[in-house]
Nanobody
Framework: QVQLAESGGGSVQAGGSLTVSCVGS????????VAWFRQAPGKERAGIAA????????DYVGSVVGRFTISRDVAKNTVHLQMNSLKPEDTAMYFC???????????????????WGQGTQVTVSS
């Protein structure tokens, strides 16, 4: 059983930066593919970034490329999402997730993830 807990959300003006973090317990996140999703009001939850286990390969959706960076801290068993040049459309609840067992499936597909955090709110004002 893996538990995930997000932190670091908050309010920021457009153009600003924020880092959200996902700390894991119950297993090492360094051996797992961990993804960040976000859900804006009235919209479906969407994957935005992922970091793979052993290889540390990173993937991003187009809307965040060049602005967001996913990374991990081995010592703290934590995955970070650094967000720069934030826009009002980045406003959402941000969740981290990891699979119960690695499937190799499409990382943007929320249905392959069996462990989720409770989410942290990010609000970007114009």
């Amino acid at each position: 059983q893996v538990q995930l807990a997000e932190s670091g959300g908050g309010s920021v003006q457009a153009g600003g930066s924020l880092t959200v973090s996902c700390v894991g317990s119950g297993d090492s996140l360094m051996n797992r593919r961990v993804a960040w999703f976000r859900q804006a009001p009235g919209k479906e939850r969407a994957g935005i970034a992922a970091i793979w286990g052993v290889s540390a390969r990173t993937d991003y959706v187009g809307s965040v490329v060049g602005r967001f960076t996913i990374s991990r801290d081995v010592a703290k068993n934590t995955v970070h999402l650094q967000m720069n040049s934030l826009k009002p459309e980045d406003t959402a609840m941000y969740f981290c997730a990891t699979e119960k067992r690695f499937t190799g499936g499409d990382w943007t597909n929320e249905h392959i993830y069996g462990y989720w955090g409770q989410g942290t709110q990010v609000t970007v004002s114009s």
